[in-house]
């Protein structure tokens, strides 16, 4: 039996997540704004736009492309997997809402010293090393040293109930973070486009660890 991935996306998502869910051996369930009684093994978040700092109680501070009923469909899944027990991974924009729907909140807007290493030219990628900690999941895979992609103009500031950070780039912004005690993983680069050809680690391990894991969970 195949664990069951609900993939939360953007409309115009590219297929990647799910040809990489695939290729570690789940059955993709792909939506934009999942209805929360959908029957699923494990939750991915998938990047996109901007979270509607409603969410967080705060004003707009240079957020955009902002889906708030997708904001609401998603930290209403993380809640159900929270209490459910269910493995997340959260990716790029689902790394942020993790984080808030478990009490976090992020910039909405970096500064320029920040957004110097996370942001390129439309179209062009961005790579960037990162430090993880030990004895954590992404340290595992990859070690305590190695390079990532990038896109984004918002990131993690107040880190969640239970979660730590377990990788950061040189000025310290969060690169990916994992719970204490809850099977839920997150990090704010793409895995589902990072090879080792294109100058970074491969992302496909990170698939490969959280299917292993979804199927422990589910005692297969």
Not at 101 to 130: F, S, T
Not at 174 to 187: D, G, K, N, R, Y
Request: hydrophobic content about 35%; some cysteine; proline content about 5%.
């Amino acid at each position: 039996m195949k664990p069951r991935i609900l993939i939360s996306r953007s409309p115009e998502s590219s297929g990647l997540y799910e040809a990489a869910v695939e290729k570690a051996g789940g059955e993709p369930i792909s939506l934009h704004c999942p209805d929360i009684e959908t029957e699923f093994d494990a939750l991915i978040l998938a990047g996109g736009g901007d979270v509607d700092p409603r969410v967080f109680m705060e004003r707009n501070l240079g957020s955009y492309d902002i889906d708030f009923p997708r904001d609401q469909a998603e930290i209403a899944l993380v809640n159900r997997c929270v209490y459910e027990n269910k493995p997340i991974l959260g990716i790029c924009r689902g790394h942020q809402v993790v984080n808030i729907a478990l009490g976090g909140n992020i910039y909405q807007d970096m500064n320029d010293r920040m957004l110097e290493i996370h942001q390129a030219p439309e179209g062009e990628p961005k790579y960037h090393p990162v430090q993880a900690g030990i004895m954590t999941m992404i340290s595992d895979l990859y070690g305590e040293h190695f390079v990532v992609n990038s896109s984004h103009h918002q990131a993690i500031y107040k880190i969640g109930q239970g979660l730590y950070r377990t990788a950061w780039d040189e000025n310290g912004v969060v690169e990916a973070m994992q719970h204490s005690s809850l099977p839920i993983w997150t990090v704010q680069f793409h895995p589902e486009q990072m090879t080792e050809e294109n100058g970074s680690v491969d992302g496909q391990k990170i698939f490969d660890f959280f299917l292993e894991k979804c199927r422990k969970n589910m005692g297969i």
